[in-house]
């Protein structure tokens, strides 16, 4: 039977905040430094995501509203961004507790030697017993770096840091059902959650929202870490959830964990293109862990060179996980639907070995 004991074995954090619950209680930058350091005296590490420096730079800038042009963006970020860890440095500090600012792009994390470096230098933070505090890059960041938003940054970052508990603070109790009641625990994502999303209107200062919380906590439980999506509004939330108390909604880990690098491959690396594979070959890779052949393709899509980053589509249209592309799009579709004539050739357009399902 399931319990939430489980989450108290959790020696790795990562808690993400977004900039809807900051903007909506100024308190909350103390209530979080309390239930972190809580934690670290109970020899926990945490790492805090936060978004909020776009929010506090546009109100800091006089500015009417959230930008919507990336210099108005990277301007707000910049003058945000100070006043952000200056009230983290307020609230930690009152509790003897150091902390460190980590900017990050999407680039630092899809170049495999960055990553490492990234991933290395937290490392020493948590060891050192500072709390990280990440934010995307946003001064720096345009579109085609950027990471969506910080879910999917604490997503990625869970791995980064060999989390096995995230926590995505919003501003709801948790995932919903049709009746707005709380959904206590989720086991499978696409059978449990999927369903409950509503594409409700964005307002306020925020970028995410609940299917942005469901997507990372179905990566993060790929990573092989349990999710818990929770209400920012509630005082000691955090404190709450790290004590398995039956608050939010729990996301359970997969028990088919994705290894490190097949993580890197379906979530870091932005995909180029599209193999579409047919029913047999979808069969193949999803239940005998078979590379990609040309004779399985059906058809290809997009703009891809070897090596770059493709995902692949079953005969109905779904997403069965990516893949590192061994030829160019044009040789792959020149390729497509043929048999080999010599077995021994080798022809492969994804490898087993670089092919992440799910």
């Not at 209680?25 to 209530?31: F, N």
């Not at 006043?83 to 900017?103: I, S, T």
């Not at 399985?296 to 891809?304: A, C, E, S, T, W």
């Amino acid at each position: 039977m399931l319990s939430r004991e489980r989450l108290l074995r959790a020696r790795r954090i990562v808690v993400k905040i977004g900039s809807r619950s900051l903007a909506n209680d100024p308190g909350i930058y103390a209530d979080l430094a309390r239930s972190i350091a809580s934690a670290r005296e109970q020899e926990r590490s945490v790492v805090l995501v936060s978004s909020g420096a776009i929010a506090l730079g546009t109100a800091r800038l006089h500015m009417r509203s959230r930008p919507r042009e990336m210099a108005g963006l990277q301007a707000a970020a910049a003058t945000g961004q100070t006043a952000l860890m200056r009230a983290y440095e307020d609230a930690f500090g009152a509790l003897g507790v150091v902390v460190a600012q980590v900017l990050l792009t999407h680039a630092d994390l899809s170049d495999r030697a960055r990553a490492n470096n990234a991933r290395a230098a937290l490392g020493a933070l948590l060891n050192a017993g500072a709390v990280p505090i990440l934010n995307e890059n946003d001064s720096v960041s345009v579109e085609e770096i950027k990471f969506g938003d910080n879910d999917q940054l604490a997503a990625l970052v869970t791995p980064l840091v060999d989390a096995t508990l995230l926590v995505l603070l919003s501003d709801v109790e948790g995932l919903l059902d049709a009746r707005g009641q709380r959904i206590p625990v989720v086991r499978d994502v696409v059978a449990e959650a999927l369903p409950h999303i509503r594409q409700g209107a964005k307002g306020g200062p925020g970028t995410g929202g609940m299917a942005s919380k469901v997507e990372a906590a179905r990566r993060a439980n790929l990573a092989g870490a349990d999710v818990v999506v929770a209400d920012a509004r509630v005082r000691g939330v955090v404190g709450s959830v790290l004590r398995g108390d039956d608050v939010g909604t729990w996301f359970v880990a997969s028990a088919r964990k994705l290894s490190a690098r097949r993580y890197w491959i379906a979530f870091t690396l932005r995909p180029r293109g599209t193999l579409l594979l047919d029913a047999g070959a979808a069969d193949a890779i999803r239940t005998k862990g078979r590379s990609i052949l040309p004779v399985g393709v059906l058809g290809v899509r997009g703009d891809f060179r070897a090596g770059d980053a493709v995902r692949i589509v079953g005969p109905d249209g779904s997403e069965l996980g990516r893949g590192l592309a061994r030829a160019g799009v044009e040789d792959a579709a020149r390729l497509a639907g043929r048999a080999s004539q010599d077995k021994s050739d080798g022809v492969v357009l994804v490898h087993r070995d670089d092919l992440a399902v799910w």
